[in-house]
C-alpha cells in the first residue's frame, strides 16, 4: 500500500503490516511521532525493527494498514560514507545532489561537522577517521538532508563503550537543536531511555508489546529519570523475551 502523507513533520502508522515470502510477516504495527518527537524502536533481533524504517522512508510499502509520514531520510546501520570524498564531502553529498552548489554545500557540512564537534575534521578521508567521528560524519549528512523525519537504525552498534556515550551525547543535542522528529532503532534499553521522548517496545512479530515514556533532555545515563526509564524498559524487554 503506498505511502501517505502525515502532518508536516509527523508520521503514524496504524496496523501496518510486511509480508514476506514463506509465511514471515511483521506487524500489525500500530504507531505515531508527533513534529519534533523522538521515538525509539526498541526489541529483540529480529522482530522487525528495521523494516518499520524502511516503512517509513518508503523503501518498502505496506501489505496492510497504512503508513502517513512526511519526508523520512534513513541514517543506516553503517555509516555508508564514500572512501573518495572527504568529510565535508560526504556530509555534502545530499545537498549537492539536491542541487545546491558544491561550495556553499561545502560551507553547511562544514558548519554542520563543527557542531557535532568535527570543526577541523572536515578534509580526512574516512580511512582517516576514527569510528565514531564516521558516525558523526555520517549524523551530519542525515540533518543535512532537510527531511523533517530523520531514521537512525542502531547508530552505534558498532562503537565501544565510551565512544558510544559520546556519539549518544551528540546526537541527542543534534536532535535538539534541530527541531526534527526522529525515530531511532536499538537493542540498548539505556540509549533509548536517554535518546526518547516515547519508547515502543516491540514483540516478535513487530507489534507493539509496551509503550513507555523516555527521558529525553536529562543527557546522563547515570540521571534518575534515565534509571527509572531504563530499569522500566529492561522490564517490558524480559516479558517479551520470556513469552
Request: aromatic fraction near 2%.
Amino acid at each position: 500500500m503506498p505511502q501517505q502523507v502525515a502532518q508536516p513533520g509527523g508520521l503514524r502508522l496504524n496496523a501496518a503490516e510486511r509480508h514476506f515470502a514463506g509465511g514471515a510477516s511483521v506487524g500489525p504495527l500500530t504507531l505515531q511521532a508527533s513534529p519534533g518527537e523522538v521515538i525509539v524502536l526498541l526489541g529483540p533481533s529480529g522482530c522487525g525493527k528495521s523494516t518499520a524504517l524502511d516503512l517509513i522512508c518508503g523503501l518498502q510499502h505496506a501489505d496492510a494498514g497504512t503508513v502517513e509520514c512526511s519526508r523520512a531520510a534513513l541514517m543506516p546501520q553503517t555509516d555508508a560514507l564514500l572512501p573518495w570524498l572527504d568529510a565535508a564531502g560526504n556530509a555534502a553529498l545530499p545537498l549537492v545532489l539536491h542541487g545546491t552548489p558544491k561550495a556553499q554545500a561545502r560551507a553547511n557540512a562544514q558548519d554542520a561537522l563543527a557542531q557535532l564537534g568535527l570543526p577541523n575534521h572536515g578534509a580526512l578521508r574516512p580511512d582517516q577517521l576514527s569510528g565514531g567521528m564516521r558516525q558523526r560524519v555520517a549524523i551530519a549528512r542525515t540533518l543535512l538532508s532537510g527531511a523533517p523525519v530523520l531514521c537512525l537504525d542502531e547508530p552505534f552498534a558498532a562503537l565501544d563503550a565510551i565512544t558510544r556515550e559520546s556519539a549518544q551525547q551528540i546526537l541527542a543535542g543534534a536532535l535538539a537543536g534541530s527541531g526534527r522528529t526522529a525515530v531511532l532503532v536499538t537493542h540498548d534499553a539505556s540509549e533509548a531511555a536517554l535518546l526518547a521522548d516515547r519508547v515502543y517496545v516491540l514483540g516478535p512479530q513487530g507489534s507493539v508489546a509496551a509503550e513507555v515514556p523516555g527521558a529525553r533532555m536529562h543527557y546522563a545515563v547515570d540521571s534518575p529519570p534515565v534509571i527509572e526509564a531504563t530499569r522500566t524498559l529492561r522490564a517490558a524487554l524480559s516479558e517479551v523475551v520470556a513469552g
